[in-house]
Nanobody, 124 residues
Framework: QVQLVESGGGLVQAGGSLRLSCAASGRAVSSYIMGWFRRAPGKGREFVATFYRGSGTTVFGTAYADSVKGRFTISRDGAQNTVYLQMNSLKPEDTAVYYC?????????????WGQGTQVTVSS
């Protein structure tokens, strides 16, 4: 497993933007794929965005939940072992605790490392 620390959450008005950061550390970090999830009040954990690597390729793609597609962008700084989530056009329904997650770069293996979460609150 790797250690993950999120930052960048806060209070923002609807239509505003925030950028979340997730710093990863640990000896196996280069072999892990990272993503973002969230948990809204009274709801279960929800997938937000992730990197993925197709079988037989070294190229990484990105995938998003339909609810954030076109508004959120996942990116990474490999040299800093940091993943970002740029969130634009925020809506009150985006209010949640956002979690960074990591999984081994192996087909069929689930996310097994989680950060502590960072609160995002969007006011109407």
């Amino acid at each position: 497993q790797v250690q993950l620390v999120e930052s960048g959450g806060g209070l923002v008005q609807a239509g505003g933007s925030l950028r979340l950061s997730c710093a990863a550390s640990g000896r196996a970090v280069s072999s892990y794929i990272m993503g973002w999830f969230r948990r809204a009040p009274g709801k279960g954990r929800e997938f937000v965005a992730t990197f993925y690597r197709g079988s037989g390729t070294t190229v990484f793609g990105t995938a998003y939940a339909d609810s954030v597609k076109g508004r959120f962008t996942i990116s990474r700084d490999g040299a800093q072992n940091t993943v970002y989530l740029q969130m634009n056009s925020l809506k009150p329904e985006d209010t949640a605790v956002y979690y960074c997650a990591a999984r081994p770069d192996v087909v069929g293996v689930n996310f097994d490392s989680w950060g502590q979460g960072t609160q995002v609150t969007v006011s109407s």
